[in-house]
């Protein structure tokens, strides 16, 4: 992408580029434009009761870390520019901005620089504030969201309690994800590769706590089916979710353990998908952290070593990333269970490639019918047992023995009792129903996501309001006594625990049913809970009564979420998974009425700079604060819009961003020598010369450029490059304009008109406003425009304007002419020579024979050449 077209510039004695007189200084355009927009607290309000049509935009909320990266300008850049094309198109923008507060580097920072956390978060959101209100975004401030803070926070316990009234809040001891270094534990969605999301080097390791869990696991089934209905999601994210999701058809069956002494601890249930084999398992295979294994290796060393072998061997295969590539080892454990359907006794192995997370944790091995189980067996010399032959291809023939392993359904069941005949599929039906009527499994439906853990032993967080009496066991805070207030200067250290658990104030507590002391629950909410419904406050953030006023919500979320939300693809999984478990959560509780909370989702792509992606350790970041001082707020977020469309890789230029500044400078000066001519009283006359009519075609073609790049694939990268032509086309035209004024009944005089002049500079502010609006106002300004440049109707294309002139062009085949073509004037090569060979007369003559060369000479004709 060019950053600057070249272009002829015709010389006279006016002012010209270069010249000190009109010289573009965005610092000052800026400034006064900056404090303007101080004074005018609504400019980027909402409506309260409008009869526009609504639209809600909405980027991600940040983490105030302390200052904007140019990650945090295109993202936010991309959004903004959308809402002022909306507010330009008439409708009322909901477009606000908030702070994801909540969160491990704040205590972080309180430990290295003993600043308490609420101090510095506050502080960063004030410093984040300024950089992003000098950069120019229209945010609507009166509906800031502070997550920290006790009037967001006190929601987020408000739903918990609701939660856990509806039972889909609950506790139980589990192995959990610690991460070591944030002494903390963290959800399977926040463990990357064995690894904790936020230290990628840091393994993670279990731990058995007891712990709050949310039962996402009741919507399972509706989140992924309702993936279907989210078609302007990008399809990566869809793809990320569902896999996430993992759904899997199949049979839980129930093995016993022999010899078992306690009946409750003698089952072990097995998920498979193929139950139709079962007469074919040979053995079961355990994970090495199903809990039966951890019983046989207590009184059993030797064991017990082979079994920590194979979980430090699943860990290393969860750092290098494929687990699915581990070398098999497993172990014979000595015990056998029982195969519910023959009764015959099988051996219990464990295995290191058997995971824990996935099923059960323990699978039947069918080494005939599986390629893992082969591979497996084979190793280790166990039994392979055909239980399935290949459907005959001819019902007088026998069937042959397949090659093993023989994995596919086309086949028939053999050795497998009263069901040898059937086929796999009725066979499958027909076990799962005999399994159900005997009382030892059924047909099910499993699901990889599990609940979500939301307990984090850590101090910045959400205060679980939840007590826990002797006499009345767990006891929900009364709503009355909402919001539990984190209390303040807490001794935060990394010694592992919940610091609220050393601050004996917070934690003695009555309890509300007996009135006897009670203790509080000392750990915090995961921060993903605060983002799970922030947008809804949006609609109604004042609110100290409600979370939100449902009507509210209602006119902005409508019935199919918000119109466009805009973020990085970090977030396909976890925030977006949490968000639409949340709505369906409040849907059912009668707070909303939409089932999805985002209609359509933009991922954007990351910045890099030099081939990398920009981190501190490699010294290549490049920051906001500097691009303003340097060229300027418009610059710098024009160029984060310009250098790509906004769903690639941005490779990050410095010289880039200069050259967005010159172009700004370029129509600066233009307007500057050339808005007092735009007199708004006089009429466009017709017909025009044929150079006014360059300009007005390009005019039409560029409003038609930039409104369609709006409203479909938002390459704003070519949006501008337009705005870049059609001004390129005013400076070749600029020394013949306006001397002579267009009279009714004139014959077209050689000039551009007066009219012309000021529509094109009026619609070039209104143009530019969406990408550069300190520089569209000042022109606007300049033009002599009272109104808001923010109000002003977006300029409508008129397609008859905008079409090109069209010309005829000869075709030739050998010399001779064949048919001819209507084009575009100036038409580039490649379209005249596509629609050379495409002509239904030329491609009669064309059949059969060779192509050896097309000549286009652009304008004048085509020459196909053939033997
Ligand atoms: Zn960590
Ligand atoms: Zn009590």
Known sequence: MPQEEQTSVTRDSRSRDGQDDVRYDAHRIEAKWFERWQQEPLLYAAEPHSTKPKYYVLEMLPYPSGALHMGHVRNYAIGDALARYMWMNGYNVLHPMGWDS????????????????????????????????????????????????????????????????????????????????????????????????????????????????????????????????????????????????????????????????????????????????????????????????????????????????????????????????????????????????????????????????????????????????????????????????????????????????????????????????????????????????????????????????????????????????????????????????????????????????????????????????????????????????????????????????????????????IDQYIGGIEHAILHLIYSRFWTKFMRDMGLIKNDEPVERLFSQGMIIKGGAKMSKSLGNTVSPDDMMERYGADSARMYTLFATSPDRELDWLDEGVEGIERFLGRVYRFVARNASQASPDTQLGTPLAPEARQIQRKLHQTIKRVSDDFQGRWHFNTSIAAIMELVNELYAAEGRVGEARVVAGDSPPSLIPVPLLREVQRDLAILLEPFAPYLAHELWEMLGEKGSLLRAPWPKYDPALAKEEEIEIPVQINGKLRGRIVVPADAPEDVIHERALAEARIKATLNGKQIVKVIVVPNKLVNIVVR
Request: charged letters at 25%; one cysteine or more.
């Open 102 to 561: 909540f969160g491990l580097p704040a205590e972080n920072a309180a430990i290295q620089n003993h600043t308490p956390p609420r101090q510095w978060t506050l502080q960063n959101i004030a410093a984040m504030k300024a950089q992003m209100k000098l950069l120019g975004f229209g945010y609507d401030w009166s509906r800031e969201v502070t997550t920290c803070l006790p009037d967001y926070y006190r929601w987020n316990q408000w739903f918990f309690i609701r939660l856990f009234e509806k039972g889909l809040a609950y506790r139980k001891k589990s192995l959990v994800n610690w991460c070591p270094k944030c002494c903390t534990v963290l959800a399977n969605e926040q463990v990357v590769n064995g690894r904790c999301w936020r230290h990628e080097d840091t393994l993670v390791e279990q731990r058995e706590l007891e712990q709050w869990f949310l039962r996402i696991t009741n919507y399972s089934d509706e989140l992924l089916r309702d993936l279907d209905r989210l078609p302007n999601w990008p399809e990566k994210v869809r793809t990320m979710q569902r896999n996430w999701i993992g759904r899997s058809e199949g049979t839980l069956v129930d093995f016993k353990l022999e010899g078992a002494t306690d009946p409750a601890t003698s089952t072990i249930s097995v998920f498979t998908t193929r139950v139709d084999t079962i007469f074919g398992a040979t053995s079961l295979q355990l994970a090495p952290q199903h809990p039966l294994v951890t019983r046989l290796t207590k009184h059993n060393d030797l064991l017990r070593t082979e079994v920590d072998q194979f979980i430090a061997e699943q860990r290393k295969a969860r750092e290098v990333g494929d687990i699915g590539e581990i070398e098999k080892h497993g172990v014979n454990t000595g015990r056998f269970a029982v195969n519910p359907y023959n009764g015959e006794k099988v051996p219990i192995w464990v295995a290191n490639y058997i995971l824990m997370d996935y099923g059960t944790g323990a699978i039947m091995s069918v080494p005939a019918h599986d390629d893992r189980d082969y591979e497996f067996a084979k190793k280790y010399k166990l039994e392979i047992r055909l239980v399935i032959l290949p459907l005959a291809q001819d019902p007088e023939e026998t069937a042959v023995e397949p090659k093993l392993p023989f994995t596919t359904m086309q086949g028939t069941l053999v050795n497998s009792a009263r069901f040898s005949g059937m086929d796999c599929e009725a066979a499958i039906k027909a076990m799962s129903e005999h399994a159900e009527k005997n009382g030892f499994g059924k047909a099910t439906v499993t699901y990889r996501l599990k609940d979500w853990g939301i307990s984090r032993q850590r101090y910045w967080g959400t205060p679980i309001p939840m007590l826990y009496c002797e006499k009345d066991g767990i006891v929900a805070v009364p709503e009355k006594d909402l919001p539990v207030i984190l209390p303040e200067n807490v001794d935060i250290t990394l010694t592992g625990g919940s610091p609220l658990g050393r601050v004996p104030d917070f934690v003695n507590a009555t309890c509300p049913k007996c009135g006897g002391p009670a203790r509080r629950e000392t750990d915090t909410m995961d921060t993903f809970v605060d983002s799970s419904w922030y947008f809804y406050r949006y609609t109604d953030a004042r609110n100290d009564q409600v979370p939100f006023d449902p009507e509210k919500a209602g006119y902005w979320f409508g019935d199919h979420g």
